[in-house]
């Protein structure tokens, strides 16, 4: 596999949609956003998360197989932020979900910032998991989900001055 990890430019707002909206199919409990609303986005909002929003793309050849993004979450102002990971299921357990952390840790350190932190939907195991073993540990009790209270979100974080994976 001939893999590649980008920062999105305006000429990848496109992808980034489809990828998007693929993980709002894929995995609904997962994300702070629905599908349903996010495939009413304009085009013109696509292009603004693609130039100002901070994501990542993993192709592999062409074909976009995953996406993440990185940002800040104001509870935790000493820390940055892992938002809106997703790989195609194809290519999981394939090195692309860590790579993609990868670029967002990079991201993370070049900002003078060595802690990474995420929030993990409890129902998601496969992707708590996946935290846990690249050295996510979970940080305090879950906590409602903003748009769907029924879920619960654990925050979890990672200290990439000690992490050995990334």
């Known amino acids: 596999m001939n893999l590649t990890i980008t920062r999105t430019t305006i000429g990848d707002a496109d992808d980034l949609r489809e990828i998007r909206l693929l993980a709002l199919r894929d995995e609904p409990d997962a994300y702070g956003s629905t599908y349903e609303e996010s495939r009413r986005y304009p085009r013109s909002q696509w292009v603004q998360m693609a130039t100002e929003w901070n994501y990542y793309l993993a192709r592999s050849n062409a074909d976009v197989v995953g996406m993440a993004s990185g940002g800040l979450f104001p509870p935790f102002p000493a820390a940055r ?67 769907d209270p029924s879920l619960r979100l654990q925050t979890m974080t990672t200290d990439l001055v000690t992490n050995g994976v990334l």
């Open 81 to 147: 932020w892992l938002y809106g990971m997703f790989v195609r299921a194809e290519y999981r357990g394939t090195g692309v979900a860590l790579e993609l952390v990868r670029a967002v840790a990079t991201w993370t350190r070049a900002a003078d910032v060595s802690t990474l932190g995420l929030h993990v939907t409890t129902t998601v195991t496969r992707a708590a998991g996946f935290y846990t073993k690249i050295g996510f540990e979970p940080v305090g009790d879950p906590e409602p989900m903003i748009r």
